[in-house]
C-alpha cells in the first residue's frame, strides 16, 4: 500500500450513478430538462445550467424540491462502502473535482454521510438566494483571465490545471493517484497521471472514447461499469 495516496474522483456518473445537473429537472420540471437537451452545445454548460435553475424557480419549482431530488438520487450503497472503508484503512486523501456545483455535491455527500471524508471539494461555485433560486457561476469567471487548456476542458475549469493546483496546495508528491471518471472533460487530467498511478475509467461516457482515439496515457488503465467494481479495486488499495 501507498504511504501517501490521493484519491480523485469526478462526481456525475463516477462518484454518483446520475447526472445530477439533469436529474433536478428530470424529476422536478420534465420542460426544463428538454430545454437542455434542446440547447446543450449552443450555450456554455454551466450557463445553461444556471439560466436553467432560473427557469425552473419562475416555474415554481422550490429548494425543498430541488434538495429532494439531490437525497433520493441514485447513488450506490458499494461507492459508499468503497469510500468509507479505504478511508478508515489507509492514509488516503479524497479530492472531488467536478464540473456540477458545491450545492449538489454538498448536499449529496453530506446524505450519504460522505462529506467530512473529502479534503477538497472543487466545483463550479453555487448558493441559494433568500427567494429560494440557485444562483450558480463558473469556477473561472467568464469576465476574468481564462484558462489555456488545448485538450478540450470546458471553459468554466481545466481539470488539469485543477488537479495541479491540488498537488501544489497538499506537497510533497502523493505515492500514487487513483483518478475515477467517465467524462471526456476527465482526460485532461487523466495525461497528468504517472506511471504508478491508475486511472478508474467508467465504461459509460466520454473518457473511454478519448483514450481509444488520442491515447497518450502514462498510467495503468482500468475499466469498469457497476460501482461495485470500484469496491473490488478500493479493497485491494487498502
Keep these: 500500500m501507498a504511504d501517501r495516496q490521493l484519491v480523485v474522483f469526478d462526481f456525475d456518473w463516477s ?9 433536478v429537472f428530470e424529476v422536478n420540471a420534465p420542460e426544463v430538462r ?8 449552443k450555450i456554455q454548460f454551466t450557463d445553461l445550467i444556471a439560466q436553467a435553475l432560473r427557469d425552473a424557480h419562475a416555474r415554481g419549482v422550490t429548494r425543498e424540491q430541488l434538495e429532494h431530488a439531490l437525497r433520493i438520487m441514485p447513488f450506490h450503497p458499494a461507492m459508499v462502502r468503497a469510500i468509507t472503508n479505504l478511508k478508515a484503512a489507509s492514509k488516503t486523501t479524497f479530492f472531488c473535482l467536478s464540473n456540477a456545483n458545491s450545492v ?4 449529496i455527500l453530506k446524505e450519504k454521510g460522505l462529506d467530512a471524508l473529502f479534503t477538497e471539494v472543487v466545483t463550479n461555485p453555487a448558493e441559494w438566494d433568500p427567494s429560494g433560486l440557485l444562483v450558480l457561476r463558473r469556477r473561472v469567471d467568464p469576465s476574468g483571465p481564462q ?5 478540450g476542458c ?3 475549469m481545466c ?3 485543477e488537479l495541479e493546483a491540488f498537488y501544489a496546495r497538499h506537497s510533497p508528491a502523493f505515492d500514487r493517484v487513483v483518478y475515477v471518471g467517465d467524462g471526456s472533460n476527465d482526460f485532461c487530467p487523466a495525461l497528468r497521471l ?3 498511478d491508475l486511472l478508474l475509467c467508467r465504461t459509460f461516457g466520454g473518457l473511454h472514447k478519448r483514450i481509444a482515439r488520442d491515447g497518450g496515457l502514462k498510467c495503468e488503465v482500468k475499466y469498469w461499469t457497476g460501482s461495485w467494481e470500484v469496491e473490488e479495486v478500493f479493497n485491494s488499495l487498502q
Excluded at 462518484?15 to 436529474?23: G, I, S
Excluded at 449538489?104 to 448536499?107: E, F, K, N
Design 15 to 23: 462518484m454518483a450513478d446520475q447526472d445530477t445537473d439533469r436529474w
Design 34 to 41: 428538454r430545454w437542455i437537451e434542446d440547447n446543450e452545445g
Design 104 to 107: 449538489y455535491i454538498s448536499t
Design 147 to 151: 484558462h489555456t487548456c488545448t485538450v
Design 154 to 156: 470546458s471553459a468554466n
Design 159 to 161: 481539470k488539469g490545471a
Design 194 to 196: 504517472r506511471s504508478q
